[in-house]
């Protein structure tokens, strides 16, 4: 007897997104007490004038089930319906449990699946990808998907080269089944042999404390090459031309980086380009949704209009997609 498989569905869309950002503020000036830096220097290299860190009582776990909360009241989807929950993150202080799996019982859901992955920066793109192949291929109905991040507490605040960086928040999207196409086709991968570039330390051999440890120059070298041609081949997967999009939504890791991609997609003057950066830092896999919750809450982009995505960091890894707005 053939074994009798789920049914398939054509579609699949983001329903809402919802974002948590951690309520300490970090400016420029503060970040100079730690550093031997000048605010100017960091505004004008990376384009963060300040960024946030977690207070007493927040966690990438608090900050992930925020973000969740919003992204399922916006859906409009009941937790208790959601039949996967993924979480990306490099940031939760357990082997296990997964942070899913705590989050789905702080968010009362019934029986979901429950899994973490680990993308880094491009850990949402990734979530995505993952979300709208089990939508699609009737594995699930709605998939709730979380980037969250605290890498405040994976930052050597003497380190000049990583420290003016990172913040923490979260961000998180409903997916469910669409009745047009609403997520092209995931542009994804990595490049193994620059697994060093960015990295946390080996708890085993961390002194005190695991920290990031990134080679700066060499990142900024190919996020501005091979994933700009990235983030066209995800243009031209989606059959979408950069003068159908009405907003560029990328990882924010610097504002020169962005730049740099506006230039080689050659993107027309009235596409809207997310620049979260600047008040938040750089929250890895929290970055996209909170950039694309940014974008909507201010009306700068509206429900319904074509967006691309793309994540790169760490791994390193990249993933990118064209999606329509919820
Ligand atoms: C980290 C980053 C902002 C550093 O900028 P950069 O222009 O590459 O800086 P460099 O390391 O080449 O250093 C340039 C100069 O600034 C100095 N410098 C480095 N860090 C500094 C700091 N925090 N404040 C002031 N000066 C600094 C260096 O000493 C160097 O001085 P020199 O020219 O006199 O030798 C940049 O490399 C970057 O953004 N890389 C990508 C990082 C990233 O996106 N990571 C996450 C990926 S998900």
Redo the contacts with the bound molecule.
């Keep these: 007897m053939p074994i009798t498989i789920p049914k398939a569905r054509q579609f699949s869309r983001i329903l809402g997104v919802g974002g948590a950002r951690a309520s300490r503020v970090v400016t420029n000036e503060e970040m100079c007490t730690m550093?031997d830096?000048?605010p100017e220097?960091?505004e004008q290299?990376?384009g963060i004038v300040e960024r946030r860190w977690v207070a007493e009582g927040e966690s990438a776990l608090t900050l992930a089930e925020e973000a969740a909360r919003k992204a399922l009241e916006r859906s409009g989807v009941d937790a208790a319906n959601v039949d996967t929950l993924i979480i990306s993150t490099v940031s939760h202080y357990m082997q296990t449990p997964s942070m899913a799996a705590i989050v789905a019982e702080k968010l009362g859901m019934g029986h979901p699946a429950v899994f973490d992955i680990s993308a880094?920066?491009a850990g949402f793109c990734y979530a995505l990808g993952l979300a709208d192949a089990l939508v699609r291929a009737g594995n699930a109905k709605h998939v709730l998907i979380v980037g969250s991040e605290v890498l405040s507490e994976y930052t050597d605040t003497e380190d000049?080269?990583t420290a003016?960086?990172f913040g923490d928040g979260a961000g998180a999207a409903v997916v469910g089944p669409s009745d047009v196409p609403a997520i092209g086709p995931t542009v994804w991968g990595s490049e193994p042999a620059a697994h060093d570039v960015?990295t946390i330390d080996d708890w085993r051999q961390a002194a005190a404390h695991p920290y990031i440890h990134?080679e700066?120059?060499a990142?900024?070298k190919w996020?501005t090459t091979a994933i700009a041609d990235k983030a066209k081949e995800a243009l031209a997967a989606s059959g979408i031309a950069a003068h159908e999009l009405d907003a560029f939504i990328p990882?924010q890791?610097?504002n020169r980086?962005t730049d740099s991609m506006l230039r080689h997609l050659g993107l027309p003057e009235g596409v809207v380009v997310a620049r979260d950066i600047r008040t938040t830092g750089?929250t890895s896999a929290a970055s996209v949704p909170l950039a694309m919750e940014a974008l909507l809450e201010s009306g700068e982009a509206t429900s319904g209009q074509t967006a691309l995505i793309i994540g790169?960091?760490?791994g390193l890894v990249y993933g990118a997609q064209v999606i329509t707005l919820p």
Excluded: D, E, P
């Design positions: 550093i830096s000048t220097w960091i290299r990376t880094a920066c000049r080269g003016f960086l960015i990134m700066g120059r990142v900024f996020a990882h890791a610097n980086i750089n790169f960091g760490a």
